[in-house]
């Protein structure tokens, strides 16, 4: 699953062998403590507190945690998922990003070793670990993650090439055929932008479109911003693929999950309410109060990224074999 090797520009590290002596066991330590930091981001950007202090505590008794105890994954598991001073259990979440955030850091590794194009997505995957959980946990996008994500595409599409040919298109369609800027830096940084801009006017038309024909919001403008950071790092093409991935992901699951809410009885007792008041037999009510409930499209909507950041790479590499 290894692709061909990155430009020579690209790389951080001269042409030595120096890449096959990195031990991936320590990038996935790398990766845990990063994810360690990531959680609480994800616990306290969406509140309005400080991620630098106070430093790490129970999120229910509020006391200190020991450093011994705040060992990524491994703390987790010694406590048994509780708090040692208050005994309350503490969220699988915590061990869950660490664990994954270490997976993707060697799976970057291995995808692209020491490069440029390594500290891109491994950025990039960072934004969306933050991005996925907290709109799964509160419903939020933050702009203080998305902006600064925002941010961070463009500036490095100056130096890592975003393999887009839309750029290329657009400046025929304009009419221009070789100008001196069309360097393949004003084509990269030309994607970023466009990418940017076709991920968050596409959901943005989409929204409008479902609020027209549902006469109700379908989405928060945060999965707006989020798809203009995604597409900044990916370009047009991948912003897209992105948009079809997530929104298919999440029409299955929301339909699996709609129709399990149904069938185990999710919200009975207010079906049964509102029945004796005349508003309808139980069933329909049920179903009804079911197809209202709106699961986070910016979770699936991340998935879909990373999707198309790692596998679509692979894919290409595999057909252009």
């Not at 790389?11 to 330590?29: Q, W």
């Not at 994800?42 to 991620?51: A, C, F, L």
């Not at 600064?148 to 025929?172: E, N, Q, S």
């Amino acid at each position: 699953m290894r692709h061909a090797p990155p430009p020579p520009a690209l790389s951080l590290l001269p042409a030595c062998g120096t890449v096959e002596t990195v031990n991936p066991f320590f990038f996935f330590v790398f990766g845990i403590v990063i994810g360690s930091f990531l959680n609480v981001c994800i616990s306290r950007i969406p509140e309005g507190v400080s991620i630098v202090s106070p430093g790490s505590r129970c999120p229910r008794c509020l006391k200190p945690i020991k450093p011994y105890d705040n060992i990524p994954v491994f703390g987790w598991l010694l406590l048994r998922g509780k708090c040692r001073n208050c005994s309350l259990p503490i969220s699988p979440m915590y061990p869950f990003v660490e664990f994954a955030s270490g997976l993707i850091f060697v799976l970057t590794f291995y995808e692209y070793g020491i490069t440029l194009l390594t500290l891109k997505w491994i950025l990039f995957s960072c934004l969306i670990i933050v991005l996925v959980v907290t709109d799964f946990r509160v419903r939020l996008l933050p702009d203080l993650v998305n902006f600064p994500g925002l941010a961070m595409g463009i500036v490095l599409a100056f130096r890592v090439p975003i393999p887009d040919p839309t750029a290329g298109m657009f400046f025929f369609l304009l009419g221009f055929r070789k100008f001196p800027f069309q360097t393949d830096l004003s084509f990269n940084v030309l994607n970023s932008i466009l990418g940017a801009l076709v991920g968050s006017m596409l959901l943005w038309g989409t929204a409008a479109l479902y609020k027209l024909v549902r006469k109700r919001a379908g989405m928060g403008f945060g999965d707006v911003k989020m798809m203009a950071m995604v597409g900044a790092f990916l370009g047009p093409r991948g912003a897209f693929l992105t948009i079809l991935l997530g929104t298919l992901l999440g029409s299955v699951i929301g339909l699996l999950w709609i129709g399990s809410l149904y069938l185990f009885g999710w919200k009975r007792d207010v079906a049964e309410r509102a029945a004796k008041r005349g508003l309808g037999n139980v069933a329909s009510i049920r179903w009804v109060i079911a197809a209202e409930y709106q699961l986070p499209l910016g979770t699936f909507l991340g998935i879909g990224a990373l999707a198309v950041a790692y596998a679509l790479p692979w894919l290409l590499s595999l057909v252009n074999q």
